[in-house]
């Protein structure tokens, strides 16, 4: 072995997040970083009101650290010790706001304005998809869901409309301004999906599908990823973790009910994971109350405590006409009770301190 095998201690791939002075100019700035990428880091700038920090991904071994701490403009070094790391709360200095652009106008999720994503579970035809998009937009919805290729627990049950579901979406979204999240199930649809639609779903039967999660992390399209039946909120984070470890940043996490024992409702909202989440990551959260509760009286009350808990938005299922249709018709909202329910969540939203759609009259359809 040579002198240097023997005295160098083995690398430990990780993160490292560097804080720097605050009087740091961005030029010196942008000298550290090509000195933390010379280190064989990749190191990317999280800018903050009052702090700026460089996370960095490589090598973080104690000897590694050392190195960085007397690179000029280097206040701190700390490695990230959770299990999740770019996910981490401290590899932000501020809470994540994913921007989904739009031709609108971009929307972006985790800010101040409370943002409702609404629309069929899946797109069984163009006319009941326009009508669904009218409606919910004129209530105040901010996306418009709908899902082309359906993971159902039976291969008998409706599988979705696939490619051409995806052309009616594109053609909606052009009509009614309002960006598309659509499910993507299969490592063969990402590339089409990313340009098709405005952000790519990862469902719950999918949350631990690691070839799946890395291609959507290869795409810069946001990701909406849900969490699974039976995951831990860890596994949760280490799954977005999968998909930020290819330089995909724009992760939106959903609580979407786990299986527990109870049988009164199709899964139970774990109402404790919001504010969990929160600390424990920058990256914003949203909840479905739809496939939490499994039925529409329980679409308000679920909608209602997730916005108190600190959720950054809601995903909910919209049908014109729940009792035909092909998939979660037992959930769906019927247009009306969708602008009733947009009506009540106002005066949470604004007791939680965020705004919502509705609350601004000119947004909403003569
Ligand atoms: C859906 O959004 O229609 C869906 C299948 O959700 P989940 O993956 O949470 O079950
Ligand atoms: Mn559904």
Known sequence: ??????????????????????????????????????????????????????????????????????????????????????????????????????????????????????????????????????????????????????????????????????????????????????????????????????VLQVGARNMQNFPLLTEVGRTRRPVLLKRGLSARIEELLMAAEYVMAQGNRNVILCERGIRTFEPATRNTLDIAAIPVLKAETHLPVIVDPSHAGGRPDLVGPLSYAAVAAGADGLIIEVHPCPEQALSDGDQALEPVQFADLMQHLGVFAVAAGRTLATADPARREP
């Open 1 to 198: 072995m040579s002198e240097d095998r023997k005295t160098k201690s083995p690398p430990v791939p990780g993160v490292v997040v560097v804080g720097v002075w605050p009087e740091t100019t961005g030029e010196q700035l942008e000298h550290l970083r090509a000195a933390l990428v010379l280190e064989g880091f990749s190191a990317h700038i999280s800018r903050g009101e009052t702090r700026t920090i460089l996370v960095c991904v490589g090598d973080a071994s104690p000897m590694n650290m050392a190195a960085l701490m007397v690179l000029p403009g280097v206040e701190s070094v700390t490695p990230v010790r959770k299990p999740y790391k770019l996910a981490a709360r401290e590899s932000s200095v501020d809470p994540t706001v994913v921007r989904v652009p739009s031709a609108r106008g971009p929307v972006d999720v985790g800010g101040k304005e409370l943002v409702v994503i609404a629309g069929p579970c899946s797109v069984e035809a163009e006319p009941m998809l326009l009508e669904t998009a009218h409606a919910v937009r004129s209530a105040g919805a901010r996306m418009l869901r709908g899902g082309a290729f359906k993971p159902r627990t039976s291969p008998y049950s409706f599988q979705g409309l696939g490619g051409e579901a995806l052309e009616m979406l594109a053609r909606v979204r052009e009509e009614t301004g309002l960006p598309i999240v659509s499910e993507v199930m299969d490592t063969r649809e990402v590339e089409r999906m990313a340009e098709m639609v405005d």
